[in-house]
């Protein structure tokens, strides 16, 4: 079984040594995904909105390897401040009851700092069943 790089442009690039994701067999493995908007560039300040950028940019991945939201499995939630967890998990909520997927199993930290000092960052896995 190979490891193979999915790429979007619906999803903001890698800054990094990395790729947005990659399949392997029949799970799709996102890295960890920026509340950047893919268009505009732009991270807002607000942390509900940025909880829905990052799931957003991470199911962008998981359609482009051609699976959607009901196939991920699980998500790791990174949180600047796990005082506004209230707000991250009503706007994590929402976006899977928008997307009619049933919830994921998950793990939530609080993190130091993140990268461009966002308040989230979010990875999935999603299996194609």
């Not at 067999?25 to 995904?33: C, D, E, L, P």
């Not at 893919?38 to 950028?53: C, F, G, L, R, S």
Request: net charge negative; proline share 6%.
């Amino acid at each position: 079984m190979s490891m193979t790089a999915i790429s979007t442009t619906k999803a903001p690039l890698a800054i990094g040594p990395y790729v947005q994701g990659v399949t392997f067999g029949n799970m799709v493995i996102t890295s960890g995904q920026l509340p950047i908007n893919p268009e505009t560039k732009v991270m807002d300040d607000d942390v509900a909105e940025q909880t829905i950028q990052s799931l957003t940019n991470a199911v962008a991945i998981v359609r482009e390897a051609g699976l959607e939201p009901r196939h991920i499995v699980k998500t790791t939630v990174f949180v600047k401040d796990l005082n506004e967890f209230s707000k991250i998990n009503a706007a994590y909520e929402a976006f899977f009851e928008a997307h009619s997927a049933p919830f994921p199993a998950r793990s939530c930290v609080e993190v130091a700092r993140l990268p461009m000092d966002a308040k989230v960052e979010i990875e999935v896995i999603a299996v194609l069943q």
